[in-house]
């Protein structure tokens, strides 16, 4: 997401300091419209959804050869086979990150560990005094809250979304058999596979350091045959952001980039990308919009949001021009507010935004009535603005960023400033997008899909 603010004076939560009027839960909507939840700012790599998805497999084979069934009799915390399936996952995400932690620092060049998550936690623990351990239990992974952060945590929703896997990780009827197709097809993934059934029946599941779950001294096992197998695995299948072409079909299929505005918008970030790592957004939307003239049901997608977005990004400048540590008094900033104001008007008209539709996102009919507000006077509209920011950062259970005194001046309680390149004349005259629709994420996607 495009960066317009520089933290001061106060840490301010990722959340907070992206979205203090609470936008994204409308962008995200309109989003969700082209997407289905299966595109995310979460889903970004395809090698890691493929990491998943080979772990989802793999647990879903010793679901069904009644490995799981058996191991909940041995341990006490594997209440249900959902408790060994977890757990088990969150090692086989600890074990991978190690191997990948412990390759790089052997300076093996030919491994990529971009986009790992975990990796940096992996040097503190290797960096500690203290032995490391393996613990197949969900609470207890590399990662604070791993079930939800992990590799898989943050990707489970759209894989769920793209009706590959239930909530329990068991995959589903109809997808089994061609995901089976596919990984019977890729070699190195049969032998990876058959290494790590070995290493789980021969080793964790035999483990009696712990009787709740299995827990693994990491020096011991990383000397035995199985794990070295498993190592070498992960390395040949994963190591590189690489994948085979049948998988990456699978992918965009998957993924909803074989139709509709979805298609047009990676076609669309394909012709924008060169070098650069970023791209317009604007400009992407506007050649998907044109490239699907024959497919209006598809194409109103793109022009809802095309229409939005002004509104939005103008809702969010506002506010944060406000924000500015040094904007002190409303007094000193009337001629920059009116203009602000009379910019939001037309942005935000009724016909444009469709305020009165009755699919028209909730939040957006609100913002519009507090951001439009003609019938009241400058430092009214400003209360009511920072009334709406306080309702917003209330529901979160955050700290409102602002108050509005009653000599008309703003108590800053976490303050900021615009970039360099933000102010008002150059956002006028440039009108940059603020939010991302994930068009960032289709981006970074297509780096291994269209490879």
Known sequence: MFQLFTERDTQ?????SVDPMGLQVIWTDYARKIFDDKISTLITDARILTINLFHAYLLNELHENNKLQVATEKF???????????????????????IFYEQEKLGDKSIV???????????QVHRGKNPIRIRAEQNAGILTRQIQLGMMGRNKGGMISMGIFNGDLLILPDTRQRIQDHFSQWESSVRLKNHLHNFINEIVLKSSRNKQFPELDYETIRSTKLF??????????????TLPKDIIRFWKDR???????????????????????????YKVMKDAYEDLAEE????????????IEPFLSMADYTFRYISRKDFKKID???????????ELRSAGHEDKLQANHSDTHKRLKELRSVMVAPDLSLEDWI???????????????????????????IKHIQSASLAEDLSLDTFLQKRPWFHGYYVESIHSLRKILNS
């Open 12 to 16: 301010l939560s990722s959340e907070t």
């Open 76 to 98: 006490s915390s594997w209440k249900t086979e959902r408790d060994a399936r977890f757990g088990l996952l969150i090692l086989l995400e600890d074990i991978f990150i190690h």
């Open 113 to 123: 560990s971009d986009g790992l998550i975990g990796m940096l936690k992996a040097n």
């Open 228 to 241: 070295k197998a498993v190592r070498d695995g992960y390395i040949e299948v994963f190591g590189k952001r």
């Open 255 to 281: 993924l909803g980039f074989n139709s509709g505005a979805s298609l047009a918008l990676y076609d669309a970030v394909g012709k924008k990308s060169g070098k650069e790592e970023s791209i317009d957004i």
């Open 296 to 307: 209006l049901g598809e194409q109103q997608k793109i022009e809802a949001i095309l229409r």
């Open 332 to 342: 000193d900033h009337k001629k920059e507010l009116k203009i602000l104001r009379e």
């Open 383 to 409: 209360a009511e603005i920072i009334k709406y920011h306080k309702k917003i950062m209330d529901g979160r259970k955050n700290s409102v960023w602002l108050e509005l005194q009653a000599n008309g001046s």
